[in-house]
């Protein structure tokens, strides 16, 4: 199957400091990518849509001044978590369709201290 | 609106014991469905899909099979391995392309 790469696969910052997570799809092209955020009862809840071209959509609730995503090309989305705060602290996972399939990341454990 | 809803657990289960996870789905017209597993500390990887009604996805001795008259897609297992011990989770996608509804996932531990 396709394969989706995330990095890195752990970040500890300070808080106030932003933190970059790269989503690339690796052997197929993504006009569409999406973040998700994984809390510690298991539940993903989607965050945004990325985009290629184009401004991501975010869900309700989501802040898109904090959590900034850009789509720079067919194979890569980055998020972007602006002034983290350890609520920010969670595991966020991107995933890709490719075909009627959707591939996901490995996931990035972000801690905010 | 879509949904999907999924037994929570934790399921514990002594190897080769045989698995049911249940899932059923909500949705207009004709869904794709999913089963994703995660082991600990990782993503989600595809275990099994279905398009169609009564298509029977299976991988790995698992299978599921598109019920449309129930709106369901159970997960079974005939014999589970220690290996197995896993959250799974239930999906659906209504359009291709299209993010991806999840139900809340089910832990699942196996004992030797």
């Known amino acids: 199957g396709a394969v989706v790469s995330q990095h890195p696969s752990r970040v500890i910052c300070k808080s106030g400091t932003s933190v970059k997570i790269e989503c690339r799809s690796l052997?197929?092209?993504?006009?569409?990518m999406f973040w998700y955020r994984q809390f510690p009862k298991k539940s993903l809840m989607l965050m945004a849509t990325?985009?290629?071209?184009?401004?991501?959509?975010?869900e309700q609730g989501v802040e898109k001044d904090k959590f900034l995503i850009n789509h720079a090309s067919l194979t890569l989305s980055t998020l972007t978590v602006t002034s983290a705060h350890p609520e920010d602290s969670s595991f966020y996972i991107c995933s890709a369709p490719e075909a009627d399939t959707q591939y996901f990341g490995p996931g990035t454990r972000l801690t905010v201290l | 609106g879509n949904s999907v809803t999924q037994m929570e657990g934790p399921v514990t289960l002594s190897e080769e014991a045989f698995l049911t996870i249940n899932c059923t789905y909500t949705a207009t017209g004709y869904p794709s469905l999913f089963w994703y597993v995660q082991y600990p500390g990782e993503g989600l990887q595809l275990l099994l899909k279905a398009t169609k009604a009564d298509d029977k996805g299976s991988n790995k001795g698992f299978e599921a099979t598109y019920r449309k008259e129930t709106t369901s897609f159970h997960l079974e297992k005939g014999s589970v391995q220690v290996s197995d011990s896993a959250v799974y989770f239930c999906a659906l996608v209504r359009n291709p392309g299209t993010a991806l509804i999840f139900g809340k996932g089910t832990t699942l531990s196996v004992s030797s």
């Open positions: 052997d197929f092209q993504a006009t569409t």
């Open positions: 990325s985009n290629e071209g184009s401004k991501a959509t975010y």
